[in-house]
């Protein structure tokens, strides 16, 4: 079967750093995705990885190892707003471009 | 900018009534997505089309329908509305391809309540 884990929820204090894992065995593979959803609202692109290793995007970095169906997105210097949820999301190796969900983990930034 | 559009944010409907959800892009993409998002289940494809009046079942496509006349419009109705279908529906797009910036990007969603 297809299954992406993530934890449910995480927090963290405002500045620090936090590492939010995703585990994922899929039938194929073509990409993974960080999306981040805030409350209410559409997720929007935050990174993708298809080859392994880090890619880093200002604050944020994405990190995936192929061989042991892992990932971790990467938040430095935390902020109030990055209070969202993070989705993980994989693309299958077809020709539908369909995405494979985590359950998404809400992230709770404190002063 | 890419730009998804939703027909509605919030949608009151009864018990057996038929429902249409409209979505519409404006990048030409041809793939577009049709999921809903419940807590703790992420989120579910229902139906996707890879083309205009093409269509394919996702994982969850019991109870609903889908039209695509035109490239840019993809609407899912719901034959007859139950309570088990009050969810947040999202419609997404992409263009075929691989890698970098072939995301899906998302319209922002329809809270559907069914009572």
């Known amino acids: 079967g297809q299954n992406i884990d993530q934890p449910t929820e995480m927090t963290a204090t405002e500045g620090a750093i936090v590492q939010i894992n995703c585990t994922y065995q899929?039938?194929?593979?073509?990409?993974l995705f960080w999306y981040q959803q805030h409350a209410g609202e559409a997720p929007t692109f935050l990174s993708y990885?298809?080859?392994?290793g880090l890619e880093e995007k200002g604050r944020f970095s994405s990190f995936l190892s192929r061989s042991k169906g892992y990932s971790y997105l990467l938040l430095k210097e935390l902020q109030m707003k990055d209070s969202a949820s993070y989705l993980c999301?994989?693309?299958?190796?077809?020709?539908?471009?369909?995405?494979?969900f985590g359950s998404g983990t809400r992230l709770l930034v404190r002063p | 900018d890419v730009k998804v559009t939703q027909s509605s944010r919030y949608l009151v409907k009864r018990t057996g009534e038929k429902v249409f959800l409209e979505c519409v892009q404006d990048?030409?993409?041809?793939?577009m997505f049709w999921y809903r998002q419940d807590p703790g289940l992420g989120l579910r494809l229902i139906y996707f089309?890879?083309?205009?009046?093409?269509?394919e079942k996702g994982d969850i496509p019991e109870g609903y329908s889908v039209s695509r006349e035109k490239k840019e419009r993809f609407s899912l109705i719901l034959e007859s509305a139950s309570t088990n279908q009050t969810s947040m529906y999202l419609c997404?797009?992409?263009?075929?391809?691989?890698?970098?910036?072939?995301?899906?990007?998302f319209g922002p969603g329809t809270r559907l309540t069914v009572t």
């Open positions: 997404a797009s992409t263009q075929p391809g691989a890698g970098r910036g072939y995301e899906q990007y």
């Open positions: 899929t039938s194929g593979f073509n990409g």
């Open positions: 990885n298809v080859l392994d």
């Open positions: 999301a994989v693309r299958g190796r077809d020709s539908s471009y369909k995405l494979i």
């Open positions: 990048m030409d993409h041809e793939n």
């Open positions: 089309s890879y083309d205009v009046k093409m269509k």
